[in-house]
């Protein structure tokens, strides 16, 4: 399989290059990323557990994808791309949200957009390699899970979820 290659950016999301994945890890390259939210019909969040594999906060939650921008796609491809692939599902209406600029952890810097839609539960069929469960919750049964042990979620998932509710979050918003 070819290493994935990704767009280089700017501070402004201008593009300025094209490098592998794990290059632009290793240097901390800024470069583009996705996530969706999915709520079922009674508002509840669609959210991941990663895998044990993944080299990236193994078994931490996350937001329903979250997916990297691949050389020559948009923000938008990449979030409906990341559905097919992520949890299977297809031909559903996502909206943009907003865009920002965060530091991911150690070298990972990207500027990412969150979009957000409604999904039928029996028609997510997640790829069991990158996901190892998926559950739905309420807003308020995730800010009392935050409050109880915020080592569970992955870092961004939790700024992204501050920004979502109108708190104060580690990142800047771009629009």
Same mark, same amino acid.
């Given at each position: 399989?070819?290493?994935?290659?990704?767009? %280089?950016?700017? !501070?402004? @999301?201008?593009?300025?290059?094209? /490098?592998?994945?794990? =290059?632009?890890?290793?240097?901390?390259?800024?470069?583009?990323?996705?996530?969706?939210?999915?709520?079922?019909?009674?508002?509840?969040?669609?959210?991941?557990?990663?895998?044990? @594999?993944?080299?990236?906060?193994?078994?931490?939650?996350?937001?329903?994808?979250?997916?990297?921008?691949?050389?020559?796609?948009?923000?938008?491809?990449?979030? #409906?791309?990341?559905? =097919?692939?992520? #949890?299977?599902? !297809?031909?559903?209406? &996502?909206?943009?949200?907003? =865009?920002?600029?965060?530091?991911?952890? &150690?070298?990972?810097?990207? #500027?990412?957009?969150?979009?957000?839609?409604? %999904?039928?539960?029996?028609?997510?069929?997640? @790829?069991? %390699? !990158? &996901? /190892?469960?998926?559950?739905?919750?309420?807003?308020?049964?995730?800010?009392?899970?935050?409050?109880?042990? !915020?080592?569970?979620?992955?870092?961004?998932?939790? /700024? #992204?979820?501050?920004?979502?509710?109108?708190?104060?979050?580690?990142?800047?918003?771009?629009?």
């Amino acid at each position: 399989m070819s290493e994935e290659i990704l767009d %280089v950016v700017d !501070e402004q @999301d201008n593009l300025i290059g094209k /490098e592998t994945r794990k =290059k632009v890890h290793e240097v901390g390259l800024w470069h583009r990323g996705v996530h969706v939210f999915l709520f079922d019909e009674d508002g509840n969040l669609l959210i991941q557990k990663r895998s044990a @594999d993944r080299a990236s906060n193994p078994l931490r939650l996350d937001c329903s994808v979250s997916e990297h921008v691949q050389s020559g796609e948009n923000y938008l491809e990449a979030a #409906i791309r990341g559905l =097919k692939e992520e #949890i299977g599902v !297809e031909n559903i209406q &996502i909206k943009k949200i907003a =865009k920002f600029r965060m530091n991911y952890g &150690i070298n990972d810097n990207e #500027i990412s957009e969150l979009y957000e839609g409604i %999904v039928e539960p029996s028609d997510v069929k997640f @790829d069991s %390699v !990158e &996901i /190892e469960s998926i559950f739905y919750l309420s807003m308020d049964e995730l800010k009392q899970m935050l409050k109880e042990d !915020e080592s569970k979620f992955c870092y961004w998932f939790v /700024e #992204i979820l501050k920004m979502y509710w109108g708190e104060e979050a580690k990142m800047y918003r771009m629009e």
